[in-house]
């Protein structure tokens, strides 16, 4: 197979990117220009371009740093770009979709094939988190950015203890938090401990309820949460390496960026409730028949009344 997409081939583009945001080159075959061009743009991206007589095919979806898109630049296009840290990925795959293009066989489905294989491998690289497992840690993730950070800072890190398998997903002195996530679209969530919403002596007891909606175009992946959570506890190293141990005990490794398993997610609601009066949980003294030994419910708080955030935050500031 022709050898076309090569580092000097980049570095040529991007030696003529001073003055355009971006930068194209047609790829030629026997001296022949073919229907595909390499192009670089100003945020580093490495594109491959392949002119396509309409969009009436659907696009393969993306993996977590490689998009593909329809663009209508001079003309009508199959755009795949890729973040430059995978130029040594990227070339082959590149160079099997230009030779399958040449051939005559229909772009679309060349780049669909390809990046299904590069899919399957980037995720044969790292084992999975589940879907599941996803729901629930975007959801706590989400209410430690939001809510627990901005409430007592870096000591967020130190309170998260739903990797700890804890009864609660965070603990403080004062105050505990139950974080429930779901994307169904509505306000319902299963409990999975007999004593998880049992208030603890001394302490108040708040439960978090997130909605999320899976999308390919989603706001939140696990590792955008990830990165933004270190960010924002960047002035204490320890609480870093406090988070980053407890993201590693639920899975986390950086293979998953590449691996396509990355589920991505938007916010539909946040809303917190305090766990106390007519809140719908089981009785502190209920106690299963004999026997049983898990018990597993549903509960559903749209009658509940929603916390005020400014109360919330005063709750949480006690932690």
Known sequence: MAEWVTA????NLREGLSSNQIIREYITNNGQQTSCALAVDDNAKLHLMIHVPDESIPLPPDLNNITIRYVDIDCLVVDVAADASLEAVINPVFDAIISGCVDGRHPVQVVADHLERIR??????????????????????????????????????????????????FVGEQLHLEVKSTTRSMDQHEISRLDQLRVPDGKRLLLASIQLERSVA??????????????????????????????????????????????????RALNVFAVEGQFPRLPDDYTPPRGVVAVNYTINVAACPIMEPDAVMTLVATM
Do not use: C
């Not at 000097?8 to 570095?11: F, L, P, S, Y």
């Not at 899975?251 to 990355?262: E, P, R």
């Open 8 to 11: 000097d081939a980049w570095a």
């Open 120 to 169: 399957k491998a980037f995720a044969r690289a790292g084992s999975a988190i589940s879907e599941n497992k996803q729901i629930g840690l975007v959801g706590e993730l989400i209410v430690m950015h939001r809510i627990i950070i901005p409430g007592i800072g870096y000591k967020a890190a130190f309170q998260w203890s739903g990797p700890l398998a804890e009864r609660h997903d």
């Open 218 to 267: 989603g706001e939140f992946t696990i590792a955008t949460l990830r990165e933004d959570i270190i960010a924002a506890l960047a002035e204490s190293l320890s609480a870093v390496d406090d988070f980053e141990r407890k993201m590693v005990d639920l899975g986390w490794h950086d293979g998953l960026v590449q691996s396509g398993t990355l589920l991505k997610f938007n916010l």
